[in-house]
């Protein structure tokens, strides 16, 4: 069985994009005797957020995401600032996009987006207890709010009209905590 402690060496890594919210390197790795290159997003990860308002509506922001081509519905995220630890860009992240602050936040999971060449993992949190502040969109920001009920978020994701992973996860994973059930068994395939 291969452990941590077995990794293979990188043995050079060149940088060959240097973007606004993540890098590319072409790795040479060593794994034992094979030697081989991998290209990788460098990304620093970011925050999730699954907000529940007092009348256990949740808010959804759709916004257009080109590599999709579409406008989506995701739930609030973002992508943390250098060292900024995961439960602190929950909470910037919340305010800037929705304008409220949570009395509670609760770690759902985290998870890799996409290891096989992306380096970015998400941390996933129940915002409760939520307070109106003052919305602090970023400047190339274009969203709008969704407020929807809990049941009714999770329809969404049968009928295909919630596509975004994190947020499918965010959901499924926030139901039991708030006493919502979560999709039945036989729920339509999209």
């Not at 985290?110 to 290891?115: C, I, M, Q, T």
Request: net charge negative; aromatic share 6%; glycine share 6%.
């Amino acid at each position: 069985m291969t452990t941590n402690r077995d990794l293979p060496n990188v043995i050079d890594s060149k940088t060959v994009f240097e973007g606004r919210v993540f890098d590319v390197t072409v790795d040479t790795i060593k794994e034992g005797e094979l030697v081989y290159q991998r290209e990788i997003v460098r990304h620093p990860g970011s925050a999730v957020i699954v907000p529940v308002f007092a009348d256990e509506t949740i808010a959804l922001v759709r916004q257009y995401r080109h590599p999709a081509v579409k406008y989506l519905l995701e739930i609030p995220a973002g992508t943390l600032n250098d060292g900024e630890r995961p439960e602190i860009g929950a909470a910037r992240e919340l305010e800037e996009e929705l304008g409220v602050v949570a009395g509670r936040m609760e770690k759902l999971t985290e998870f890799f987006v996409s290891p096989g060449f992306c380096e970015e993992k998400m941390w996933v949190y129940l915002a409760t207890d939520l307070t109106q502040t003052k919305q602090k969109l970023d400047d190339d920001e274009l969203i709008e709010i969704v407020r929807v009920s809990f049941s009714e978020a999770l329809e969404m994701i049968s009928a295909g009209e919630i596509e975004d992973a994190k947020t499918i996860i965010g959901l499924m994973l926030a139901a039991p905590r708030i006493g919502s059930p979560i999709l039945e068994a036989m729920y339509p395939a999209v």
